[in-house]
């Protein structure tokens, strides 16, 4: 059985409202002989830079994926779990495991979507830190992903 392609892939989405899951997913790539049925496993961890999610934030931190008999592809699908905490973007990155291979395929940007009202229990005075912040809430939305999986120079 030919190993995987294992092409980094990059999935940015909002987290969901609280107690919402989010579907982050992912497609493992195969080439050559397709005839037979192969396993293999993912898992969760911290990315190289940036804030990290906790394990709180999924509904499962590992799993199992297959290829079916003559199957070139597989899926992972990282369900995220909303909440109504103000927090930072947050990251993660999807690792790989099949005999003889070990790799991170995929990369996660989780962008915060909860509101933050100035002067409310628990939330910060200038959660952008730029007076961005109205009673109504932000006047703003910045997404930032510095993550360029292909080497295209961000485009």
């Known amino acids: 059985v030919v190993p995987p392609l294992l092409a980094p892939q990059a999935q940015v989405h909002t987290e ?10 992912f497609t493992v790539r195969r080439f050559g002989d397709l005839s037979e049925a192969a396993d ?20 499962a931190t590992s799993g199992a994926f297959s290829f079916a008999a003559g199957a070139a592809t597989a899926r992972i699908t990282v369900a995220v ?4 905490v103000t927090e930072q973007t947050e990251g ?8 003889g291979i070990a ?26 830190g730029d007076a961005s912040a109205s ?3 932000p006047t703003r939305v910045d997404v930032i992903c510095d993550y360029d999986p292909y080497g295209w120079g961000g485009l």
Request: aromatic share 8%; glycine share 18%; net charge negative.
């Open 103 to 128: 790799a991170v395929i995929g990369r996660g940007v989780i962008i915060n979507d909860d509101l933050a009202i100035p002067g409310a229990a628990g939330a910060e005075a200038d959660p952008y």
């Open 92 to 99: 993660f990155e999807v690792l790989v495991a099949m005999p």
């Open 40 to 59: 293999g496993t993912w898992s969760l961890g911290a990315p190289s830079a940036g804030a990290s999610a906790s394990g709180a934030d999924f509904a």
């Open 81 to 84: 779990i909303g909440d109504s």
């Open 135 to 137: 009673p109504a809430g």
């Open 16 to 25: 969901g409202g609280d107690g919402q899951q989010t579907a982050f997913t």
